[in-house]
């Protein structure tokens, strides 16, 4: 897979990454250089654990617009290196190894891992019954699915007991409606978790999480014990960005900008490989797509990649995935570049091809086998 | 302390931070202009969880020259979100809940605060009885101590078993000789730990770690797990002026820089408060004081405030300070204007002699009690 990531010739769907084509370089490095001229260089030198009150306090500001019940200040927000670091934090905070953490049938592979690592307890969110200690869900925007959970869904959550994790990452790149967080509705049995990583450029980790105020001093404590404090000339870069340019605007042009990609993609898949499966998204960057039929989903990358082009395995967003009766693929339509999705869609139709033909030969000479 | 330290009527000795001076804003500006205008903006984009490849080759030469030994490369060095999150992984990988780790008698404060986070139990490294699973020490520089291990420690440190974490923040500022880490002597035990926090910048949050070839693959899945990567753009511009300057040059010009602060401030100290003690550092950025008798630290530091100096106060740096017999404080000549010095000395004199003069009083309160 690195291997493929890094060879120009293969068409790659595969990373969830933001076009750099998004990234505003000539915004940065003016950006950067009135960083570097400002009084005693807080840019370059150590600060505070919880990041830089001016930065904290315009992701405040902007929560307040999404959430104004959840009446947040810059004291609430603490800066993180990045989305997956709050995530970190959050389950610190919140479950010890041992603990059960609920979390949706397709979740992004990061978390899962995370979860793992730190001896948690993985169940089905979807499984009503289960208690789970923690919940971690993306309510405005899955990562893989690109779906945001309904109304019912999202009462059924709030219903169930316990802590809950919100990965807000995808919040501000849905394509229509904006989907107002959790957090408005349970500000004290919510940890929300923010990111510049889709929006600005991931290259500058500057993540956020927002604890309940009762949970806050621990929060800071751990933030520093894990690394003193996020990067200085980061947040300073950022905060500089959101000061002199409308993020508002952008992220409308975002939206379009992504959307016109997942139109693409989309009719490429739907033209080479109609009997592929997906919901076309609501936001994001990605189609998560089922096959018309299960195969190794190994031998189904190696086939793709030897024809050109890459993608990630669906087992990777699966908390069990044995269970699975198909075969998904998250297919990223952000970074790469859209006249090369029609020739990707081509290759991936052969492999598809070439694996089903292999299935249907095994299948047969299992028949025969009898 | 807080607000002592934002107040610029305020003596700042307090902090451990490198001097605004000594950062090359010019040299960096041009560099993120390079970083900015680099293909396929890799300083913006995502990053693989060990860093990029040019700096931790980079790193890796550093460290050949220093201990030739170790046989170091790229492959070693995985690229962490300053020296703290190299402790917080080393930790991680080495240590659980209750395990014992020794530690110097006086050590870095952040250290022991993520150590007891993590529910280890700390003993003191001077107790050659004591078996711990880990040892966390600076062999080349103790922070506050100024110090590094001699030739005896060393060797008594390496007979221990157990794992050993080297800490080797200070170890590109020591004086006069640079002291070789311990990595050269048992690459097989040691984590090693370093960063550009001091001779760079701390705010661009770039240290790194280096596990043995045996821990490689957990260490890097950790990494991801705590936060995917480090920050691209810190490390391409880290990078960037490591391939157009001369490193070594600045570590030269670095050290009789701080040199110069700390004899400034030794002289400022020993004349305004003779009877404090301390041994003239080794390099860093700090002297470790000692009072002629004990008092209350707090009360000493309100004291201190109020005067209009700040400092840190001993019993943060080290295990047990209730079982001290003496109260200390370190000073630190790296961030504060050195013509500042003898100011900050003479109100740290009123101090003490305010403090001085109130533990007097209760003396002899209680000696009329009896």
């Known amino acids: 897979m690195r291997r493929a990531a890094g060879d120009e010739r293969v068409v790659n769907l595969a990373g969830g990454l933001p076009a750099v084509a998004q990234f505003p370089r000539a915004a940065l490095a003016k950006g950067f250089l009135r960083v570097l001229a400002a009084r005693g260089s807080p840019g370059l030198q150590y600060g505070w654990p919880e990041g830089?009150?001016?930065?904290?306090?315009r992701i405040a500001d902007r929560l307040r617009q999404r959430a104004p019940a959840a009446r947040l200040t810059a004291d609430d927000v603490i800066i993180t290196n990045g989305a997956q670091q709050a995530i970190a934090l959050a389950v610190q905070l919140l479950a010890r190894r041992g603990?059960?953490?609920?979390?949706?049938?397709?979740?992004?592979?990061?978390?899962?891992?995370?979860?793992?690592?730190?001896g948690l307890d993985l169940i089905d969110l979807s499984d009503g019954q289960a208690r789970a200690r923690v919940t971690?869900?993306?309510?405005?925007?899955?990562?893989?699915?690109?779906t945001a959970l309904d109304r019912a869904a999202r009462a059924r959550l709030l219903a169930r007991p316990g802590w809950i994790i919100e990965d807000d990452a995808y919040g501000d790149l849905t394509f229509d409606e904006v989907v107002?967080?959790?957090?408005?509705?349970?500000?004290?049995?919510?940890?929300?978790?923010?990111?510049?990583?889709?929006?600005?450029?991931?290259g500058l980790r500057v993540g956020w999480i927002v604890v309940p105020p009762a949970l806050r001093e621990r929060a800071l404590r751990?933030?520093?014990?894990?690394?003193?404090?996020?990067?200085s000339l980061a947040?300073?870069?950022?905060?500089?960005?959101?000061?002199?340019?409308?993020?508002?605007?952008?992220?409308?042009?975002?939206?379009?900008?992504?959307?016109?990609?997942?139109?693409?993609?989309?009719?490429?898949?739907?033209?080479?490989?109609?009997?592929?499966?997906?919901?076309?998204?609501?936001?994001?960057?990605?189609?998560?797509?089922?096959?018309?039929?299960?195969?190794?989903?190994?031998?189904?990358?190696?086939?793709a990649v030897a024809e050109g082009v890459c993608y990630?395995?669906?087992?990777?967003?699966?908390?069990?995935?044995?269970?699975?009766?198909?075969?998904?693929?998250?297919?990223?339509?952000?970074?790469?570049?859209?006249?090369?999705?029609?020739?990707g869609a081509r290759r991936l139709a052969r492999a598809w091809r070439r694996v089903q033909r292999q299935n249907c030969e095994q299948t047969t000479l299992l028949v025969e086998d009898r």
């Not at 971690?136 to 690109?146: C, E, K, S, W």
């Open 99 to 118: 603990d059960r953490i609920a979390v949706e049938p397709a979740c992004y592979p990061a978390a899962l891992e995370l979860f793992r690592d730190r």
């Open 180 to 202: 107002p967080p959790l957090l408005a509705e349970r500000r004290r049995r919510i940890v929300y978790v923010g990111t510049f990583s889709k929006t600005l450029c991931p």
């Open 222 to 231: 751990l933030k520093q014990s894990e690394d003193l404090q996020a990067g």
């Open 312 to 343: 990630d395995v669906g087992s990777a967003f699966q908390t069990d995935p044995a269970r699975q009766a198909l075969t998904r693929m998250r297919l990223c339509y952000s970074a790469e570049a859209p006249d090369r999705f029609d020739e």
């Open 52 to 57: 830089q009150p001016s930065l904290r306090a």
């Open 235 to 303: 947040q300073s870069v950022v905060d500089d960005y959101l000061a002199h340019h409308d993020f508002d605007a952008r992220l409308i042009a975002h939206r379009r900008y992504y959307l016109h990609r997942a139109r693409r993609l989309a009719r490429a898949i739907h033209h080479a490989l109609p009997a592929f499966r997906f919901e076309f998204p609501h936001g994001g960057f990605c189609l998560w797509v089922e096959t018309p039929e299960p195969v190794d989903e190994v031998a189904l990358l190696h086939a």
């Open 136 to 146: 971690y869900v993306m309510p405005a925007l899955g990562n893989p699915t690109g």
